[in-house]
């Protein structure tokens, strides 16, 4: 964070520092020990989170009511305590997957399930493809695996720990995945990747607040982002939904739907709704298979959008 106090300015240094040598000191520990025990004590810290990050806890489980995927609180926090323990596996298995997921075997921990059209459409030399996903299973995972077929990129949150940003930065990019600065993602930037013709990754659970679209997501509006649904109107580009399910230690369902198709009624309001409807319904249908592989802790729905939980 840019600031010219120099006290400050010190403060953030020594805080980069300490997390920068922390952040080393935990990748190490994951690299030393075997997958299983790795995944078993990030569950326990996927469980100390909860249990220390009220405020996520509060969130995540007044979502998984709020959806209607649970109906008591017990069961939400249930679902919620897993969704916890799901993102910190997620973690580990990225980390892990340079020695794990290599060119040659990874299909034999991964069972494929894409329409003969679509991997038609993903084989195609020169043709870009819209990709849409949630924060559902392993995203990091299935970027990584759609790459080995068609270049990927993806968009991603800086951290704002500088050090730490290099470091997490030097493990995640695998095959032919490439990762986008969110402050550098913008359309033009979009269409280049689109004319090259890569796959062009983008998440469309993030709440779109007031530029956004309110758009059904579990029978309740949410403000949605309309910039893929923009982008597949102008640019004409084939749109998918896809997703990584996971089904055991290391183990993957890798599953698409598409090309997706909306008939044009010459509204563009109307047309960017109607996308953005059939991939919202797409990601619903993801979570219900495993609700508790879904990152319920962000906020979702916000302010008029979400109603009093009980």
Request: proline share 7%; with cysteine.
């Given at each position: 964070m840019p600031t010219t106090d120099p006290m400050r300015t010190a403060w953030l240094k020594a805080r980069y520092a300490?997390?920068?040598?922390?952040?080393?000191?935990?990748?190490?520990?994951?690299?030393?020990?075997?997958?299983?025990?790795?995944?078993?004590?990030?569950?326990?810290?996927?469980?100390?989170?909860?249990?220390?990050?009220?405020?996520?806890?509060?969130?995540?489980?007044?979502?998984?009511l709020f959806s209607g995927i649970a109906t008591d609180r017990r069961e939400a926090g249930r679902i919620a305590r897993r969704s916890f323990q799901n993102f910190m596996i997620m973690i580990v298995e990225a980390l892990k997957s340079d020695r794990l997921l290599n060119d040659g075997d990874w299909r034999r921990r991964v069972k494929v399930v894409i329409p003969p059209e679509v991997e038609a459409l993903?084989?195609?030399?020169?043709?870009?493809?819209?990709?849409?996903?949630?924060?559902?299973?392993?995203?990091?995972?299935?970027?990584?695996?759609?790459?080995?077929?068609?270049?990927?990129?993806?968009?991603?949150?800086?951290?704002?720990?500088?050090?730490?940003?290099?470091?997490?930065q030097s493990r995640k990019p695998r095959f032919r995945f490439r990762m986008i600065p969110k402050n550098a993602a913008d359309p033009a930037?979009?269409?280049?990747?689109?004319?090259?013709?890569?796959?062009?990754?983008?998440?469309?659970?993030?709440?779109?607040?007031?530029?956004?679209?309110?758009?059904?997501?579990?029978?309740?509006?949410?403000?949605?982002?309309?910039?893929?649904?923009?982008?597949?109107?102008?640019?004409?580009?084939?749109?998918?939904?896809?997703y990584c399910l996971r089904t055991g230690l290391m183990q993957y369902e890798m599953r698409a739907v598409g090309p997706l198709r909306c008939a044009r009624s010459g509204d563009r309001r109307r047309d960017v709704l109607a996308i953005l409807e059939v991939l919202n319904s797409e990601l619903e249908k993801a979570i219900r298979q495993a609700p508790e592989q879904y990152m319920w802790g962000h906020r979702r729905w916000r302010g008029a959008e979400l109603e009093h939980v009980g």
């Open positions: 300490v997390e920068y040598v922390l952040a080393r000191l935990v990748l190490l520990l994951i690299d030393l020990l075997p997958l299983r025990a790795a995944v078993w004590l990030a569950a326990r810290f996927g469980a100390a989170g909860y249990r220390l990050m009220w405020r996520r806890r509060q969130i995540a489980r007044d979502n998984i993903l084989a195609e030399p020169g043709r870009g493809v819209i990709v849409a996903g949630g924060h559902f299973g392993n995203w990091e995972i299935a970027a990584q695996l759609i790459s080995t077929i068609k270049p990927v990129a993806g968009v991603t949150r800086p951290m704002s720990n500088p050090l730490a940003e290099r470091l997490v930037r979009f269409l280049q990747v689109l004319r090259s013709g890569e796959i062009l990754a983008l998440m469309i659970d993030q709440h779109g607040g007031k530029p956004g679209t309110p758009v059904p997501f579990f029978g309740h509006p949410a403000s949605t982002h309309t910039g893929i649904a923009l982008l597949q109107l102008v640019t004409g580009a084939p749109l998918c939904f896809g």
